[in-house]
Every structure is written in C-alpha cells, then in structure tokens.
C-alpha cells in the first residue's frame, strides 16, 4: 500500500528537507573564490587560507531502492524472531490501522514509515499512511508548536490556534476513519482525535520532547491528548503526567537502509579515496549537521588533544551548511578550528548521501558523537550498529544506547572525550569489545523490526486480544 | 587401534511434553521519577510490583548480551546517575534467582537502600545527575511450533527458538512459577525424573553469561545425558 502523497504544495520543513536536492552537489570546503579573498583581505578573516582537497560527491539523488521484505531481516535477526512477528501479526488478523502523520518525505518519521508500512501490511495487517494537508500558514503555525513544544518561546494567539484547528478540521473531512486503529504522529494532525467515535482506538505516537514545552502550546494541546487511549513516546524523559497509559518505543534504524546496510569492501575504500580519508591510519569520525548542538569545534578541540599522543585523522561530515545561513557559519567557525590540518576532513555532503555516510562510519576507527543537546542520537545507533567503538556526550538519548564501558563511552567534556580516544585507540581490545556489545544492544532494542514487533503488541493489548502476564 | 562405538542411550519419553513459548514485551512509562536517592528510595516501596519486576527480571532481556557489568536498572542509575558506588554494588548483588515474589524482592531492595540512606545521611537529597524513571512491561506470551517429548526433542528445541524464549523459561519463569527454578529444569525434574540434570541447569550463573551462553551451557548439559 503507498502512502498517500500531500496535496498541497507545502509540508512542513524538516532537517532532511533543508537541502534542495540539486543545489548543493559542489561539497567542497573554501571554494577557492573565498580563499583568494580572504588573502586580500577582504573575506572572512577566521578562514584558513590553504585550499582543502577537493572531493567527490553525487550530483542528484539516487533512485530509492524498494523496500526490504520481512524474509530479508532473516539472516539477522534468525528465523524464531521472524516467525515470532508472524505469531502476533496472525492474532491481529482482520484488523485493520491508519496512520497519519503531516509529511511524505524528508524527516525521520517519514523515514520510519516508509519502512514499517510495507511490512505491516506483509505481515497481513492493513494498514494505510496518509498525510495531512495544509498551506504556509499551518506549516508555520506547526513549525512553531513544535519548537516551543521543545522549550523554545513561541507568541501564542487565538489566530495562531484557529489555523491549527481549521486545517486539522480540513483534514478531518477530507478522510475516513473507518479502521481498528488509528496512529497519529506528533502534534500537528494530533486534532483529529475529534473524530474518535465508539467505534476504533486512537493512539498518539510522540516523536519530541515534552519534558519542557511553552505551557501555553501544550495547554492548548493537552485536551486533544488526553482523548487518546494511549500515547507513545521515544523516552521516558520525553513524556508529560497523562491520564492515558503511555508506552515507550525507542526510535530505530532500519538495518536493511542505505545508512545501515552492509557494503561491500571496495565501496568503502572507494568512499575513502573519494574523500582523501587515509585507512592504514586510525580514523575519528563525527557524523553531524553543521550545528553548534552538535558541538564540531569541541571534537575538533578534543581531536588536537588526542593526537599529542596518538596519530589519527578526522571526519566531520553532515549537511546543512548550504542553504541554512547559521549551518554556513557554523561551518566557517568548523573551518577556521581546523586551520590547516591536513588530517582533518571537513565533508557538506547532500542529504542523498547515505551509503557515503555508512561507508564513513564502516571505515572509522572510533565514532564520536559530542553533542551538546541531542533528541535520540541515531548517528549514535547508527554507528554502534556497525559496531564501532562510540564516544559520545551523555546528553538526550545517548545514555539509553551507550552503556558507559558496556557499549561506548560517555563524555562530559572536550577533555574527556579526548582521553576516551587516546585509550581506545591505545586498547583496541577494550574498543572491539565495546564494539561488539553495540551492535547486539541495537539488535535488541533499536532496530525497525523490534518496532514492528511493538506496534502489534501495542495494538493487542489496546485492542484487548490478549492477557499480559502478571507478576506478584 | 581399536574403532570405538557409540551408544546411544534410550530415550526416555516424557510424561507431559514441553511446549517452548516466547514472550513480547512494551515498556510502559511510570508515573513517578526519583531525583534524589531519598525520592528513590520511598518510590521503591510504593511502586507497582510490575515495575520492580521490570528493572530487574526485564532489564535482564534487553541486555541479554552482557556478561558483566549490568544486574538491574536500579543498580546501574543509583552508580551512574547518583554516583554511589557503595549501594550500587549493593543493588547489582541482588539475584533475582534467590526470589519466588516481587514483594520479597522489593523487601530486599528497600531495605538495602533504607540501610544505605542510614549510613549516608548526606546521600538523601544529593540531586541525581538524571532523575529515574518507573517504567512497567506489559508482556505477552508468544507461542512457538516447538515441543519436546525427550532430551533429544527438547535439545532441537532449543537450539531453534529465540533468546526470548529463553528468557521466558529460565528467567521469567523464577516469578510465575514461584519456585527457585525454571520452567526446563522443572520439565526434566517432574517429567522426565532428571533431578540431577535439572539442578545441574538451575545452576548456571545468568549474570556472568549471556542468555545465548545460557542456551550453549544447557545444551551443553542435555547433551551429557543424551
């Protein structure tokens, strides 16, 4: 089943989004123009003058490949886990599900649906994806909510609340809510539980932060919340005191994704050569946008503390520095930080760069992901999915993934972090281990076929199919 | 030299077969969060059982994978989040194996805690570095296509089903049973009138193996009687 595609023109922005595809193909760092005028005198006087090596990247998108098929998690996660989705899927036989979300492309939620739609309905549990619609001014209202839901101040107006419920109101009319179940994804369609008849159970899958919203959004919100049958949240820390029950799914990645699957040898060197990254020597590598949150001038920090007593190199490489303003400086402040170290490899990469970005992360010695403020950290599951050694800020979600000393380590400065590389570097026995408990805690926790897993136990017990086990 | 044969010892049937199941489970989120170890440390008494049982019998499946290092939830945040290590290694000693009931469980971890508050006065108000979250499961069980009818059947088994399986039978099952055993150990005892070998698999340390170890040391043993 496809999902439907948004009619309106508009969706709302979101961090995959912020690159327009076919602008941004020439990556390369300090085109020679602003060097040239730095030397003048007339550029940014923080820029190195030394022109980076020039590297490779894909000028257009690649067509997506099809969606992976439940036998094809097989050979990871073996047959038993396999048949027992099977299992719980047959029970839900004849049910059926919608979920709704406000985009079709671009962000992560997307990004999960994309993927777990087509393996619900394998698993024979119809189940649709459609797509709110709204003009500029829903998405900006919604822009809004969303931030200040993170926190962040937000000038609320009974027009601002007007919008929100027209467009949802819309959108209400416009679909049918025939199903069993009905999943609604974050704020913005969240209005639609007015149309919650005797009839189907409604549960609202929240994909942010909560712990510290604009009281007048969540106000306004709470009422259309608390009219669920239960709310799903990616943290505990995440959540608001709710009269509903409230479930924790972990976010996930799909182990089968461009990012994630397995390369082939050859690809990776290739991706390496591309980019001028040396593999008989160690390799740091943060993947990350170009975003002070992310901290790249600390990593960079920590990578000068480090190489005192080790040799390696480094990779930052993300996006977001081609059409978002802050992402260009953040990224002169990244530039300027690395001077003229050739052992630094600062890679704007497209946002169709995912098997460049896997093959960046297969080839690293050591993952560091030094956020300052951080919302789950899929980088982080990303890269202990393939094992690596991670060290990481303890901040967001990286403490439910790193264990420190069981599947990373976590950081809680540019000093430490520059120590955990040293040592890692120094015990790769220590680091292998690391490694190696990583990947088996994303294997059973963060990985799109738990997910799936969840869901229909969700759907169960909110359906009231099956008994829980009770303990006493 | 001489060829040796191998023989195979009868096989002996089962009054009762052994039907493996699987188990699912979601995690739902608490209503109360410590920040301190005195929040921590009354929340302990007055949480649901099935919280107590998912920081620790729970938290044993989604680190499965460990051999060292992590016992429960409870252990792990008051060393990682509170920084005291002393009631830390206090918490990770509690076996679950040693408990037929969480209320039994739950006595243990509160007075650790309560005994530990005593002692360290200064620890009660100490802000946490991140608060603890009471979280619940709620679990399902999951049938599979295996049964056992003979040591022979029930090695097959094994070798087949998930580690939550595994879970389910050895771990889990400590609670629902009400016994300090396990659902395969009780099976060879009562079923197969294998006391010997359900003690010798009752016997294998889940907090230095991994539940995959686990499965290798019980085929292990079944394979000495078979």
């Known amino acids: 089943m496809t999902p439907k595609q948004p009619t309106s023109t508009t969706t709302e922005p979101t961090e995959l989004q912020d690159q327009q595809p076919g602008k941004s193909a020439d990556a390369v760092i300090a085109p020679a123009e602003t060097q040239q005028e730095e030397r003048r005198g007339t550029g940014p006087a923080t820029l190195p003058v030394r022109e980076r090596r020039k590297y490779k990247v894909r000028e257009t998108p690649p067509a997506p490949p099809p969606p992976p098929r439940l036998n094809d998690y097989e050979p990871i996660l073996g047959r038993a886990d396999i048949d027992e989705l099977r299992f719980l899927a047959r029970q839900l036989r004849g049910k059926t599900v919608k979920m709704v979300n406000s985009t079709a492309v671009g962000g992560g939620v997307a990004e999960i649906l994309n993927r777990l739609i087509p393996l619900m309905n394998e698993l024979e549990v119809p189940t649709k994806w459609e797509v709110i619609t709204g003009g500029n001014d829903f998405f900006e209202v919604t822009k809004g909510f969303h931030n200040a839901l993170h926190g962040g101040e937000y000038l609320v107006s009974k027009e601002i609340f007007d919008i929100f419920l027209m467009y949802n109101e819309q959108n209400r009319q416009r679909m049918e809510f025939v199903e069993d179940l009905f999943v609604i994804h974050d704020p913005q369609p969240a209005a639609l539980i007015r149309s919650k008849r005797d009839r189907g159970r409604w549960i609202w899958r929240c994909h942010i932060d909560l712990s510290n919203p604009n009281a007048a959004v969540w106000d306004f919100l709470r009422p259309f919340v608390e009219q669920y049958d239960a709310a799903v949240f990616s943290s505990p820390a995440f959540t608001r005191q709710l009269p509903i029950p409230q479930y924790m799914f972990y976010p996930c990645i799909d182990p089968l994704s461009e990012k994630n699957k397995d390369l082939d040898e050859a690809y990776v060197q290739k991706v390496c050569d591309d980019f001028g990254v040396d593999r008989s020597r160690p390799i740091l590598t943060q993947i990350s946008r170009f975003d002070r949150l992310k901290d790249p001038v600390g990593v960079i920090e920590a990578y000068k503390l480090a190489k005192k007593y080790v040799d390696c190199q480094l990779v930052l490489a993300g996006g977001g520095a081609s059409d978002d303003?802050?992402?260009?400086?953040?990224?002169?402040?990244?530039?300027?930080?690395?001077?003229?170290?050739?052992?630094?490899?600062?890679?704007?990469?497209?946002?169709?760069?995912?098997?460049e970005i896997n093959a960046l992360q297969r080839a690293s010695t050591i993952v560091i992901q030094k956020s300052l403020r951080e919302g789950f950290g899929l980088t982080v599951t990303e890269a202990l999915w393939k094992s690596k050694p991670v060290v990481a800020a303890a901040v967001g979600g990286i403490p439910s993934q790193v264990i420190h000393k069981l599947t990373g380590v976590l950081v809680h400065s540019v000093e430490g972090c520059a120590y955990q590389i040293r040592y890692l570097l120094t015990h790769p026995e220590f680091a292998q281990y690391l490694g190696k408990n990583g990947r088996e805690h994303v294997k059973e926790n963060f990985l799109l076929t738990t997910n799936v897993k969840r869901w229909l136990v969700l759907f169960e017990i909110i359906l009231g199919m099956t008994r829980t086990l009770k303990v006493a | 030299m001489a060829a040796t044969q191998t023989v195979s010892r009868p096989l002996r049937w089962a009054r009762s077969p052994f039907y493996f199941n699987s188990s699912a489970q979601l995690i739902r989120i608490g209503r109360q969060r410590a920040t301190t170890l005195g929040e921590f440390g009354v929340m302990l008494e007055s949480c649901p059982d099935d919280s107590i049982f998912q920081h620790t019998f729970q938290t044993l499946r989604e680190h499965h994978y460990l051999r060292e290092g992590f016992t429960n939830d409870f252990a792990h945040w008051v060393f990682s989040a509170c920084n005291e290590i002393g009631l830390a290694e206090q918490l990770a000693a509690v076996d679950v194996r040693e408990y037929t009931s969480i209320k039994a469980l739950r006595a243990t971890l509160v007075k650790t805690v309560q005994s530990y508050l005593e002692k360290n006065p200064h620890s009660r108000e100490r802000a946490a570095f991140e608060p603890f979250y009471f979280c619940a499961s709620d679990?399902?069980?999951?049938?599979?296509?295996?049964?056992?009818?003979?040591?022979?059947?029930?090695?097959?088994?094994?070798?087949?089903?998930?580690?939550?399986?595994?879970?389910?039978?050895?771990?889990?099952?400590?609670?629902?049973?009400?016994?300090?055993?396990?659902?395969?150990?009780?099976?060879?005892?009562?079923?197969?009138?294998?006391?010997?070998?359900?003690?010798?698999?009752?016997?294998?340390?889940i907090y230095t193996s991994t539940l995959e170890d686990v499965r290798q040391k019980i085929l292990k043993i079944v394979q000495t009687a078979l």
Do not use: C, K
């Open chain 2, 139 to 205: 679990t399902v069980v999951i049938p599979t296509p295996f049964v056992a009818r003979n040591l022979a059947e029930f090695a097959e088994g094994l070798r087949q089903v998930s580690l939550h399986s595994i879970h389910y039978h050895y771990i889990e099952a400590r609670v629902r049973l009400r016994l300090n055993s396990n659902d395969f150990s009780l099976w060879m005892e009562e079923e197969l009138d294998l006391g010997s070998l359900a003690d010798r698999i009752n016997r294998i340390d």
């Open chain 1, 325 to 355: 303003p802050e992402g260009a400086v953040v990224l002169a402040e990244v530039m300027a930080a690395a001077g003229d170290d050739p052992d630094i490899i600062i890679l704007n990469l497209p946002p169709w760069s995912a098997l």
